[in-house]
């Protein structure tokens, strides 16, 4: 998702089209995403059509048409975004709730994606014996998918039955390291474009010594989800194991909501969305902070924006969503987001930044 996220972010076009969903797991709920995706897909039609000449817009329908076509609803997870435009036509599954809508821009919305990466707990879980491991990735208390390659890993090379090896405690623990060490590897083969934290699902002892030969012991948890729970369903597994990341989960929230309140106190806190703005052309800005589901269409005037009402939203010259923007340009600076519960920056209209100075 992250490399996703840098391309897209970058991609500028006239007609950018993100078209987002919520969808479903399972049966019969998820029968149902195909004409939620159907009704969407017209919409945009309707907005291309009537903005754009009639060969170029109906090069764009069929694009999208073409993506939908390839898209199993089988698979669904919370939610589907689809992002289409004369040279990219791609879909991403988030294991988020979203707000259905089309948004035809400049540039492709990506907030829901930065929303699925910084809100939502992703991580994975390494269910760890002498004899096997397996790998499963998981978002909040939901299993995203368990790894099928190269997990899960046997231990097939780093036991012995030799009468002497086994009387030998040094020798076995160096066997055993070695089978952690080729583990250890793997893992971090398969996150090397997403680092997600790791936590290891394991008996006390055996997370101890895994945590002698990992090399990135700073991305596993300080915390092991102990027992042994190498035959047990992936979904139980990450049940228990979100109980144990939930707690780091909040913590980390909660330095969050205490830098936000630190920043009001001390001046480094802006409400004003064209401040925000210029702030962010200064890189001044360093964190954006947004209540869930906040929206709001605006013009540039005079390189001012201006808000207008959510019925204007389709109008050709408007931005469907200035946060959106204001994010994905804060982002390009180096900023980052922090997307907060409804009703927490209410005394701001649900969006205001933290400066750097």
């Not at 998820?30 to 897909?41: G, S």
């Not at 046997?154 to 020798?171: C, K, Q, V, W, Y």
């Not at 019925?311 to 408007?318: C, D, L, P, T």
Request: with cysteine; hydrophobic share 35%; net charge negative.
């Amino acid at each position: 998702m992250n490399m996703m996220l840098r391309r897209l972010k970058n991609i500028i076009s006239e007609n950018a089209i993100t078209i987002i969903l919520n969808t479903h797991r399972t049966l019969p709920e998820n029968q149902k995403d195909p004409l939620l995706l159907k009704n969407l897909i017209k919409e945009a039609e309707t907005r291309l059509l009537a903005d754009m000449d009639k060969r170029e817009a109906e090069s764009l329908i069929q694009r999208l048409r073409d993506l939908e076509e390839t898209i199993d609803h089988r698979q669904n997870l919370e939610s589907l975004i689809l992002f289409v435009n004369e040279n990219t036509a791609e879909y991403v599954r988030l294991p988020i709730a979203v707000e259905d809508r089309v948004i035809i821009d400049k540039t492709f919305a990506t907030r829901d994606l930065i929303r699925a990466m910084h809100m939502e707990a992703s991580y994975l879980v390494l269910v760890l014996s002498q004899q096997k491991a397996r790998l499963i990735k998981a978002s909040n208390d939901k299993v995203i998918q368990e790894f099928q390659d190269p997990f899960p890993i046997e231990n097939t090379s780093f036991l012995t039955n030799n009468r002497a090896e086994l009387s030998n405690a040094s020798r076995q623990r160096n066997l055993i390291s070695e089978f952690y060490n080729q583990i250890d590897k793997e893992v971090n083969h398969l996150r090397k474009e997403n680092k997600l934290p790791v936590l290891i699902s394991s008996e006390t002892s055996q997370y101890h010594e895994y945590l002698k030969v990992a090399d990135e012991k700073h991305s596993i948890y300080d915390q092991c989800l102990s027992g042994n729970h190498e035959n047990a369903k992936a979904h139980h597994i990450v049940t228990e194991a979100w109980e144990i990341v939930k707690k780091y989960v909040i913590e980390k929230n909660n330095a969050r909501k205490a830098e936000l309140q630190k920043a009001i106190s001390s001046g480094k806190f802006l409400s004003d969305t064209n401040e925000i703005w210029l702030g962010i052309q200064q890189g001044s800005v360093q964190t954006i902070f947004i209540e869930e589901g906040n929206f709001q269409p605006a013009k540039w005037i005079d390189g001012h924006i201006t808000y207008v009402s959510p019925e204007m939203r389709n109008g050709k010259s408007v931005v469907d969503d200035i946060y959106d923007e204001l994010i994905e340009a804060n982002l390009r600076q180096g900023g980052d987001t922090v997307f907060l519960p409804k009703g927490e920056l209410t005394d701001f209209n649900g969006f205001g930044a933290v400066t750097r100075y």
